[in-house]
Nanobody
Framework: QVQLVESGGGLVQAGGSLRLSCAASGRTFSSGAMGWFRQAPGKEREFVVVISMNGGSTYYTDSVKGRFTISRRDAKNTVSLQMNSLKPEDTAIYYC?????????????????WGQGTQVYVSS
């Protein structure tokens, strides 16, 4: 089992920045790809970004390219998401997820473990 806990959400004005963190515990953290997803009110959960098990490969959804950066520090069992130039449409609950099979997928069904989410609200 892997337990994931997100933190770092909050309220920010458009154009501002936030840094989300995902702390993992349980089985070996380095055994999988780590992704961030988000879900806005009334919408389906959508893929944001994924980083491979070794950290050498990342894949971003088009709407956040150039603004968001994912990183991982296996020594500290954390994955971070630096979000810059935030827009009101980035408002959502952000979830961290782990795929032990390292498939680096944008499909949420490929992820076995999920955190409880952290709220990000961007005001205009």
């Amino acid at each position: 089992q892997v337990q994931l806990v997100e933190s770092g959400g909050g309220l920010v004005q458009a154009g501002g920045s936030l840094r989300l963190s995902c702390a993992a515990s349980g089985r070996t953290f380095s055994s999988g790809a780590m992704g961030w997803f988000r879900q806005a009110p009334g919408k389906e959960r959508e893929f944001v970004v994924v980083i491979s098990m070794n950290g050498g490969s990342t894949y971003y959804t088009d709407s956040v390219k150039g603004r968001f950066t994912i990183s991982r520090r296996d020594a500290k069992n954390t994955v971070s998401l630096q979000m810059n130039s935030l827009k009101p449409e980035d408002t959502a609950i952000y979830y961290c997820a782990a795929d032990p099979n390292d498939r680096r997928s944008s499909n949420p069904n490929q992820y076995r473990y999920w955190g409880q989410g952290t709220q990000v609200y961007v005001s205009s």
